[in-house]
């Protein structure tokens, strides 16, 4: 890109506000102690890792493997290919699958709505096994389509070999990668809807009557802000969690894998949320969509364009630290044509530390080079004005 000609604008104002007066930087206190094999805390909307203890550990994870399940269920609605409202036929293979169960039927026919609760809040192996038959065509190829999200989300440490979390020596994960699944899950308010529910009393019992389900997660009923995410438990992989939390605008992910005790399970996830809500929160840096400035198009169809970010971008800040200052540099006018998506500038915020972000600024829409007939309308528009 050329020199910037100049819209530059210094921004300190509107991330002030929550720090008036705060004249002095302090370390946060120190974390918790934590029981469990592993574990990781983040800020779920800005990615920033607060605490870790053997975070890239490998290790059974039981049925918190129901997280990835539940995330290619809800993407899949959202992406039109399936709707809750859908009958899902009952297999064999579903009705096989052992340990918790929401006790399905081969040949009976449950909307996906229905097992979506069965996996959310009975955390039943046997929903799950057939709602990830249903969307993917059977469990190998949902299986292959667990994998193949892993690794486009970054999951290194992780291999799925089922979709609900029964031992299996190759069916296995880490504390920061599930953070990382975690990170975009809570993305999806429909799938927050469903774990934040503490029971259910929808599904038919096969008896005429209806299940009761309750959520193993019992700090949804404790921990102020807790609305998801998921438990587990084999003996293999011990007492393990995702939990997740939000309160204003801040957001922490807390995963505890290994954990002696259920107990020590909910205390692990339960202190380090609480570490990380009195010691940090989040501010929004830029809005996806947001307008960023106007920029003038020389020989353009149009006059203008707006300038836009191009994502949404979020900053961890410690409690009692200042916030730096940021500052904005745009393209005061441009040639045309335009792009859609163009970058016409950014925005840059440089942390005491030095590291410095920088989020793209870029063309709303496209535009057009003008006709010589537009042109000219302009020319004559500007020099009578």
Known sequence: MQRWPLIVLWVMCVLMVPFAGVKAWAKPMSPPPVSAKAAELVDGMSGRVLYAKDANRRLPIASVTKLMTLYLAVRAIQHKSLSLHESVPISEEAYH????????????RLSVDHLLRGV???????????????????????VEDMNQTAESLGMKDTHFANPH????P???????????????????????????????????????????????????????????????????????????????????????????????RFQDAASLLTYGFQNYHTIRLARRGQI?????????????????????????VERNETTPAFIIRVESSVNAPVKPGQELGHMALT???????????????????????????????????
């Open 170 to 264: 190759n069916h296995y994960s880490s504390a920061h990668d599930l953070a990382l699944l975690a990170e975009q899950a809570i993305r999806m308010p429909l799938l927050l809807h469903y774990t934040g529910m503490w029971e259910d009393r929808s599904i038919r019992n096969g008896k005429g009557g209806t299940l009761w389900l309750i959520n193993h997660n019992r700090l949804l009923r404790q921990f102020p802000g807790m609305d998801g995410l998921k438990t587990g438990y084999t003996n293999e992989a011990g007492y393990c969690i995702i939990a997740t939390a939000r309160r204003l605008d801040t957001r922490m992910v807390a995963v505890v894998l290994g954990a002696p005790s259920s107990r020590s």
């Open 292 to 316: 960023a400035a106007r920029v003038s198009v020389r020989r353009g169809a149009k006059r203008q364009v707006l300038a836009v970010y191009n994502q949404d971008r979020y900053l961890t």
């Open 165 to 168: 979390g029964l031992s299996d």
């Open 120 to 142: 959310a809040i009975g955390s039943a192996n046997d929903a799950a096994y057939a709602l990830g038959e249903y969307i993917a065509g059977s469990e190998n190829a949902f």
């Open 97 to 108: 699958v052992n340990g918790s169960q929401i006790w399905l039927e081969p040949g009976e």
């Open 351 to 385: 942390r005491e530390n030095g590291q410095i972000i920088r989020i793209p600024i870029v063309a709303q829409s496209g535009v057009n080079r003008a006709t010589w007939i537009k042109a000219a309308w302009h020319y004559l528009w500007k020099i009578a004005g």
